[in-house]
């Protein structure tokens, strides 16, 4: 969104880089709406989390829980109704608890790369000229470097993944044996 987004918690925000990082993503508002509905005999209020607009036009409300709160059967009642109200306006609805750890800890550590400026734009166009399908991490770094330190060469590479014109695979940790995908 090219500017700041309120989150409430840690895990508000690891949804939010998720989301960031989401190619599929294009919009994201933090507390989109006030619901007010008849539940039973009860008014009930809710504010959610995220409104995520998708590159498909459809649109997804997020509410962020901890997994163990979603035990209790007063949080499961306070999440249902909105998602029905929601599903039922023709709009996805997701409760979301966390992710993997390792595919976390990458996407926090590649948020590093995704303003504009931070790595010059010519490194990042000679990175994607030099970087081959298949590469791993450390064989693209070595090239790209032609002579200068390796970790000279990371950054524009790390910002080619963040962008998601570079895919590999997340879920494993950073390293140079990451295998490099052309994407765009």
């Not at 800890?105 to 010519?122: D, H, K, S, T």
Request: aromatic share 8%; proline share 7%; net charge neutral.
């Amino acid at each position: 969104m090219a500017g700041p987004v309120v989150y409430e918690s840690r895990l508000e925000l690891a949804r939010l880089l998720l989301a960031d990082m989401d190619p599929a993503v294009r919009g994201i508002y933090a507390q989109p709406c006030h619901l007010t509905a008849r539940v039973g005999d009860r008014v009930r209020r809710h504010v959610p989390d995220f409104l995520l607009v998708m590159a498909s036009g459809t649109v997804r409300v997020v509410n962020v829980k901890p997994a163990d709160r979603l035990a209790d059967p007063k949080i499961v009642e306070a999440l249902a109704w909105p998602g029905e109200l929601i599903e039922r306006h023709g709009w996805d609805y997701e409760i979301w608890s966390g992710a993997d750890r390792v595919l976390l800890e990458n996407v926090r550590f590649l948020a590093a790369y995704r303003r504009p400026g931070v790595v010059p734009e010519a490194d990042i166009e000679r990175a994607w000229q030099t970087v081959r399908d298949g590469d791993q991490l450390a064989d693209a770094e070595r090239r790209l470097a032609a002579g200068r330190p390796d970790y000279e060469a990371r950054p524009p590479l790390l910002a080619l993944v963040w962008s998601g014109r570079l895919a590999t695979d997340l879920s494993r940790p950073l390293s140079g044996d990451w295998i490099l995908r052309r994407s765009a």
